[in-house]
Nanobody, 116 residues
Framework: QVQLVESGGGRVQAGGSLTLSCSASESTLNNYHTGWFRQAPGKEREFVARVTSSGITTSYADFVQRRFTLTRDNVKNMWSLQMNFLKPEDTAVYYC?????????WGKGTLVTVSS
């Protein structure tokens, strides 16, 4: 079972930037879709961004509005979410996610706090 570990969360002022990274224990990501979800206080977990196992197709939630960029490094078995122009409503616990053969895998989450 693949293990996922996030890093890079923290506190930032509105308009600032953060980069989240996720490392996978698996020897290869070639067959995994990967991405990020988030959960704000009192809300359900929601999709943020994903990239298909081929690495060709990347999709984002509407609220991203071109502020975030998801990249993936199949050599290092990791993926990152560059977040720019952060807003207070982006405050949440961010979870890295991987999917293969009908199974979802999750990291433990990293907290992002955006102050106004």
């Amino acid at each position: 079972q693949v293990q996922l570990v996030e890093s890079g969360g923290g506190r930032v002022q509105a308009g600032g930037s953060l980069t989240l990274s996720c490392s996978a224990s698996e020897s290869t990501l070639n067959n995994y879709h990967t991405g990020w979800f988030r959960q704000a206080p009192g809300k359900e977990r929601e999709f943020v961004a994903r990239v298909t196992s081929s690495g060709i197709t990347t999709s984002y939630a509407d609220f991203v509005q071109r502020r975030f960029t998801l990249t993936r490094d199949n050599v290092k078995n990791m993926w990152s979410l560059q977040m720019n122009f952060l807003k207070p409503e982006d405050t949440a616990v961010y979870y890295c996610w991987a999917h293969k053969d009908g199974m979802d895998y999750w990291g433990k989450g990293t907290l992002v706090t955006v102050s106004s």
